[in-house]
């Protein structure tokens, strides 16, 4: 047999130079009718809206005077808004935001395969026999012709229970695996960060060897943040915090391997080497990603053979997967299941619902509890106590201090008239903010632009870390910064606190904020020691002008680490440094506590950075254990997200970095600028028109339509009248060309009779009963078998490889298989309708339609993207014809859609 090579050019049937200027808006393939069958005048005719509206346009002025005289033409012409047509050049010019990025559909499956595999499940369940057998097609037969069959509610219930079962038995395995990877990596950090410090320590502290403390330091550091390179060299995508990549793969975008479990390995190596490089990096955003990965991993669990649980294998309940994952990785971050909870809900999943608010509820509980546990069994012959759980709570394991007994002097305290203060302090954050995202921007765009390769890449961590690494070793050594204070008076341990070059007895400031974990110990003292005196002005400055600045330049480069941490210990630098300066220098009889300001000052730069509100409340309040701090922190951070916002006049730190990728992200309302733009669908159409398949399509022309267009979905039209009836996927079209005994002639299925017609056009209970389609028509199961799977999926000349020339020239009917009733939008439609659709519903694509219901475009993310440009880049979108187009019936004036 000889493998079919080029099935031919596959031109739009009548093509003209018409079609070569793109104005050619649909192109139909397939079909029992030749494709010369089809007249230049009913091509004409089918596009004569698309030509009649540019005409139309053209002329729109002087015919609105004619029909209503000038008054009236200016009065309607006000009313309805300019149509920007600009936008539609914008469209056809750069084709859409993001175009590398693919994304998935979380509609509702509708296909007749997918209706017969539940009609047939319940019927299994109700005589009794095993639900997971594979469909038989005398079933669906015989139930889509009422062939005795009864609907059984009592049968669907237990099949339901049986999902409802399985699929909380994922959630809670979702839980215990990040429990078990928090531990592992958070304990592996500090540990081998704390040996690196002691190790260094000693030999200056008790070998009074500073040099060789120094040089041993250094080269350990250094030595870490390259092993930290090294995964991130080998999978890209597991550099950064992961956070926004998160946010990506919820809202529904395909970001190549950021979810595999071998991306997830090198972000946990990645991270780990980091935090004990002493690089300013966090565990937080790293840890959300492992759990993103676990949890859109989850659904590999289910069987594959087991019909009954195919719901949880759709992208739907994958990407809920995955934010259920999100909240237990933000759970294990901070031991606060609340915070992973508004965590996910805020700022990571784009589509919540009650049920997942439950699911994430039970994941993100079953996380802490299970941390809890591993840590009681790893205590060192002691209890793990509860109150430990709080991160930065500064309550020692071994002893109790009096925050626990309820000892109101020994927290922080505030009074009534301090929350003007804390709006200051807000506000103060939100500027530090803004500075830090517009500094961090300017720094990523150097990146991109000067391309580096990854030996630069590698040279550039290097050179961080090497300096990171002198400077806080250096600086403490400095006379100028060298502060010793008596250890006798301080709250906590010993073990918090570094002799480094003072006397035996006291502590260098200095060396304890920078030579110490950051957030197991350096923040936890800014927030405990209660003494004005344990921690000078300068030295606050110093330490949380070293880690904001370092981190300014450092985040972005090829190491995994996130941003949290080290935000909170410069902004507790900063607020305690202000409370500070405010009791030696302004106040004389109030005196403003340290620790408030410190844990204040932590929530007001973070939210400026990051611009998170409900979960970062959340997550301060717990993590120092003092409940009433809600409401201070609560006000803190609405002033840094707002002052913020206002000084930069751009998005959080995430969303930044979502922009410079290029990422085709919508937020859940459509941009403003596009709400009062009279923007319409047929402006934001997809370049290049649609690509219409016919419900009975050749082989061949199948085969080289994939090879050709490179689209996700393709409209399934009607063979007679070029109706819409179906869309169908790329993928489910690749899997139909492997299954060569669904194929059939031109004289065994004539077009004429409808022998061959799955679907009716009132219902889906018509199907035909011959013994040809029961043996044509693939199962759902056998269809979910037959999709390639990445990186299997074939392109270019590989797709249909396997086919011969005679296969080429037999049919398929696509109509089994398609998606019934796609979503559609008029084409006169506004865009920010057609916005609110996609975006609400998650789909991939969108048919827009003329008054006849044919297809005339489509619509994907990536254009619906651009909207974010109205308004803020004017001079892209410049408006060359701001005309209205308006249709009075009965009327000359004819509109393009009738």
Same mark, same amino acid.
């Given at each position: 047999?000889?493998?079919?090579?080029?099935?031919g050019?596959?031109?739009?049937?009548g093509?003209?130079?018409?079609?070569?200027?793109?104005?050619?808006?649909?192109?139909?393939f397939?079909?029992?009718?030749?494709?010369?069958?089809?007249?230049?005048?009913?091509?004409i =005719?089918?596009?004569?809206?698309?030509?009649?509206?540019?005409?139309?346009?053209?002329?729109?002025?002087?015919?609105?005077?004619n029909?209503?005289?000038?008054?009236?033409?200016?009065?309607?012409e006000?009313?309805?808004?300019?149509?920007?047509?600009?936008?539609?050049?914008?469209v056809?010019e750069?084709g859409?935001?993001?175009?590398?990025y693919?994304s998935?559909?979380?509609?509702?499956?509708d296909?007749?395969?997918?209706?017969?595999?539940?009609?047939?499940?319940?019927?299994?369940?109700?005589?009794?026999?095993?639900?997971?057998?594979?469909?038989?097609?005398?079933?669906?037969?015989?139930q889509?012709q009422?062939g005795?069959?009864?609907?059984?509610?009592?049968?669907?219930?237990?099949?339901?229970?049986?999902?409802?079962?399985l =699929?909380?038995?994922l959630?809670?395995?979702?839980?215990?695996?990040?429990?078990?990877?928090?531990?592992?990596v958070?304990?592996t950090a500090?540990?081998?960060?704390?040996m690196?410090?002691d190790?260094?320590?000693?030999?200056?502290e008790?070998?009074?060897?500073?040099?060789?403390g120094?040089?041993q330091h250094?080269?350990?550091?250094?030595?870490?943040?390259?092993?930290a390179?090294?995964?991130?060299?080998?999978?890209?995508?597991?550099?950064?915090?992961?956070?926004?990549?998160?946010?990506?793969?919820?809202?529904?975008?395909?970001v $190549?391997l950021?979810?595999? @479990?071998?991306?997830a390995l090198c972000?946990?190596?990645?991270?780990?080497?980091?935090?004990a490089?002493?690089?300013p990096?966090g565990?937080?955003?790293?840890?959300?990603?492992?759990?993103?990965?676990?949890?859109?991993?989850?659904?590999?669990?289910?069987?594959r053979?087991?019909?009954?649980?195919?719901?949880?294998?759709?992208?739907?309940?994958?990407?809920?997967?995955?934010?259920?994952?999100c909240?237990?990785?933000?759970?294990?971050?901070?031991?606060?299941?609340?915070?992973?909870?508004?965590?996910?809900?805020?700022?990571?999943?784009?589509?919540?619902?009650?049920?997942?608010?439950?699911?994430?509820?039970?994941?993100?509980?079953?996380?802490?509890?299970?941390?809890?546990?591993?840590?009681?069994?790893?205590?060192?012959?002691?209890t793990?106590?509860?109150?430990?759980m709080?991160?930065?709570?500064?309550?020692?394991?071994?002893?109790?201090?009096?925050?626990?007994?309820?000892n109101?002097?020994?927290?922080?305290?505030?009074?009534?008239?301090?929350?003007?203060?804390?709006?200051v302090?807000g506000?103060?954050?939100?500027?530090?903010?803004?500075?830090?995202?517009?500094?961090?921007r300017?720094?990523a765009?150097l990146?991109?632009r000067?391309?580096?390769?990854t030996?630069?890449?590698?040279? =550039?961590?290097f050179?961080?870390a090497?300096?990171?690494?002198?400077?806080?070793?250096?600086?403490?050594?400095?006379?100028?910064?060298?502060?010793?204070?008596?250890?006798?008076s301080?709250?906590?341990?010993?073990s918090?606190?570094?002799?480094?070059?003072?006397?035996?007895?006291?502590?260098?400031?200095?060396a304890?904020?920078?030579?110490?974990?950051?957030?197991?110990?350096?923040?936890?003292?800014?927030?405990?020691?209660?003494d004005?005196?344990?921690?000078?002005?300068?030295?606050?400055?110093?330490?949380?002008?070293v880690?904001?600045?370092?981190?300014?330049?450092?985040?972005?480069?090829?190491?995994?680490a996130?941003?949290?941490?080290p935000?909170?210990?410069?902004?507790?630098?900063?607020?305690?440094?202000?409370a500070l300066?405010?009791?030696?220098?302004?106040?004389?009889?109030?005196?403003?506590?340290p620790?408030?300001?410190?844990?204040?000052?932590?929530?007001?730069?973070?939210?400026?950075?990051?611009?998170?509100?409900i979960?970062?409340?959340?997550?301060?309040?717990?993590?120092v254990?003092?409940?009433?701090?809600?409401?201070?922190?609560?006000?803190?951070?609405?002033?840094?997200?707002?002052?913020?916002?206002?000084?930069?006049?751009?998005?959080?730190?995430?969303?930044?970095?979502?922009?410079l990728?290029?990422?085709?992200f919508?937020?859940?309302?459509c941009p403003?600028g596009?709400?009062?733009a009279n923007?319409?669908?047929?402006?934001?159409?997809?370049?290049?028109?649609?690509?219409?398949?016919?419900?009975?399509?050749?082989?061949?022309?199948?085969?080289?339509?994939?090879?050709?267009?490179?689209?996700?979905?393709?409209?399934?039209?009607?063979v007679?009248?070029?109706?819409?009836?179906?869309?169908?996927?790329?993928?489910?079209?690749?899997?139909?060309?492997?299954q060569?005994?669904?194929?059939?002639?031109?004289a065994?299925e004539?077009?004429?009779?409808?022998?061959?017609?799955?679907?009716?056009?009132?219902?889906?209970?018509?199907?035909?009963?011959t013994d040809?389609?029961e043996d044509?028509?693939?199962?759902?199961?056998?269809?979910?078998?037959?999709?390639?799977?990445?990186?299997?999926?074939?392109?270019g000349?590989?797709?249909?490889?396997? @086919?011969?020339?005679?296969?080429?020239?037999l049919?398929?009917?696509?109509? $089994?298989?398609?998606?019934?009733a796609?979503?559609?939008?008029?084409?006169?439609?506004?865009? =920010?309708?057609a916005?609110?659709v996609?975006?609400?519903?998650?789909?991939r694509s969108?048919?827009?339609?003329?008054?006849?219901?044919?297809?005339?475009?489509?619509?994907?993310?990536?254009q619906?993207?651009l909207?974010?440009?109205?308004?803020h880049?004017?001079?892209?979108?410049?408006?060359?014809?701001?005309?209205?187009?308006?249709?009075?019936?009965?009327?000359?004036?004819?509109?393009?859609?009738?």
């Open positions: 047999m000889t493998a079919v090579g080029n099935y050019s596959l031109e739009p049937k093509k003209s130079a018409a079609a070569d200027r793109g104005e050619t808006r649909g192109v139909r397939g079909g029992l009718k030749s494709s010369a069958s089809t007249s230049s005048e009913e091509r =005719e089918s596009d004569s809206w698309f030509h009649r509206d540019f005409s139309i346009r053209g002329g729109f002025g002087q015919s609105v005077r029909l209503f005289g000038g008054g009236r033409g200016s009065m309607i006000s009313l309805l808004g300019p149509t920007d047509h600009s936008f539609s050049d914008m056809q750069k859409g935001l993001g175009l590398d693919s998935v559909d979380r509609g509702i499956i296909t007749a395969v997918w209706h017969s595999r539940k009609l047939s499940l319940i019927q299994d369940r109700t005589v009794g026999r095993d639900s997971g057998v594979t469909d038989r097609r005398a079933h669906m037969l015989n889509c009422g005795g069959y009864v609907y059984d509610h009592e049968a669907v219930k237990r099949l339901e229970r049986e999902r409802v079962r =699929e909380y038995a959630v809670v395995f979702t839980g215990l695996v990040m429990a078990v990877i928090g531990v592992a958070s304990r500090d540990n081998i960060l704390e690196k410090l190790s260094a320590l000693e030999w200056h008790t070998h009074g060897n500073w040099y060789r120094f040089f250094v080269g350990t550091s250094v030595a870490l943040a390259m092993i390179f090294m995964p991130v060299a080998i999978a890209p995508v597991s550099g950064g915090s992961g956070i926004a990549e998160a946010k990506a793969v919820l809202n529904g975008i395909i $190549p950021c979810t595999d @479990l071998s991306t972000k946990a190596i990645s991270v780990v080497c980091s935090v490089a002493g690089l990096a565990l937080e955003g790293p840890m959300i990603f492992l759990g993103l990965a676990i949890g859109d991993n989850a659904n590999r669990l289910v069987p053979n087991k019909p009954k649980f195919d719901l949880l294998r759709t992208d739907r309940q994958r990407i809920d997967f995955a934010a259920v994952g909240a237990a990785g933000v759970a294990a971050a901070f031991r606060s299941p609340i915070s992973g909870i508004l965590f996910a809900m805020e700022e990571g999943s784009s589509f919540w619902s009650t049920r997942l608010t439950w699911r994430c509820f039970l994941s993100a509980c079953v996380t802490v509890i299970t941390m809890y546990a591993i840590m009681t069994r790893m205590g060192r012959g002691h793990f106590h509860v109150t430990s709080a991160v930065f709570n500064g309550i020692d394991e071994e002893r109790f201090s009096d925050l626990v007994k309820g109101v002097k020994d927290h922080p305290n505030f009074d009534l008239w301090e929350y003007a203060m804390f709006v302090m506000s103060l954050g939100g500027i530090v903010g803004a500075f830090f995202c517009v500094v961090n300017k720094i765009i990146r991109r000067l391309s580096l390769t030996t630069q890449k590698g040279i =550039e961590v050179c961080i090497a300096t990171t690494a002198i400077l806080i070793w250096v600086l403490p050594s400095l006379s100028m910064f060298t502060k010793c204070s008596n250890l006798e301080r709250q906590l341990g010993e918090y606190f570094r002799q480094f070059n003072c006397p035996e007895g006291q502590y260098n400031e200095l304890t904020l920078l030579l110490n974990p950051l957030g197991a110990k350096g923040i936890t003292l800014l927030f405990t020691e209660g004005a005196d344990a921690f000078c002005l300068t030295t606050c400055l110093v330490a949380g002008c880690e904001f600045f370092i981190l300014i330049v450092a985040f972005g480069m090829s190491v995994s996130g941003i949290f941490i935000l909170l210990f410069a902004g507790a630098c900063f607020g305690r440094a202000l300066f405010l009791n030696n220098s302004v106040f004389d009889d109030i005196y403003l506590d620790r408030t300001y410190a844990i204040i000052g932590s929530a007001s730069t973070l939210g400026g950075v990051a611009r998170v509100l979960s970062l409340t959340s997550i301060v309040t717990h993590t254990s003092l409940s009433f701090f809600m409401t201070p922190v609560m006000v803190a951070c609405l002033f840094s997200q707002e002052v913020g916002n206002y000084v930069s006049g751009m998005p959080g730190i995430y969303d930044i970095i979502l922009q990728r290029g990422v085709p919508l937020e859940e309302e403003f596009a709400r009062h923007i319409r669908a047929r402006n934001i159409m997809s370049p290049g028109g649609v690509v219409s398949l016919m419900s009975q399509i050749k082989v061949k022309d199948l085969v080289g339509v994939l090879r050709e267009h490179e689209h996700s979905d393709f409209p399934v039209t009607d007679e009248n070029g109706t819409l009836i179906g869309m169908i996927s790329r993928i489910d079209c690749l899997a139909l060309l492997t060569k005994r669904i194929f059939y002639s031109n065994e004539p077009v004429q009779d409808g022998t061959r017609e799955f679907i009716r056009t009132e219902s889906m209970e018509s199907y035909d009963s040809s389609v044509a028509t693939l199962t759902y199961l056998e269809l979910d078998q037959a999709r390639p799977r990445h990186p299997n999926v074939p392109t000349d590989n797709i249909g490889a396997n @086919l011969t020339a005679q296969d080429g020239q049919y398929l009917h696509l109509t $089994p298989y398609m998606q019934i796609p979503i559609t939008v008029h084409g006169h439609g506004s865009a =920010e309708r916005y609110e996609f975006r609400c519903l998650g789909l969108i048919v827009v339609v003329d008054n006849s219901s044919r297809p005339i475009g489509i619509i994907k993310r990536h619906l993207a909207l974010e440009e109205v308004g880049s004017e001079h892209k979108v410049a408006r060359q014809k701001q005309k209205s187009f308006v249709y009075r019936k009965g009327s000359g004036f004819k509109n393009q859609f009738e």
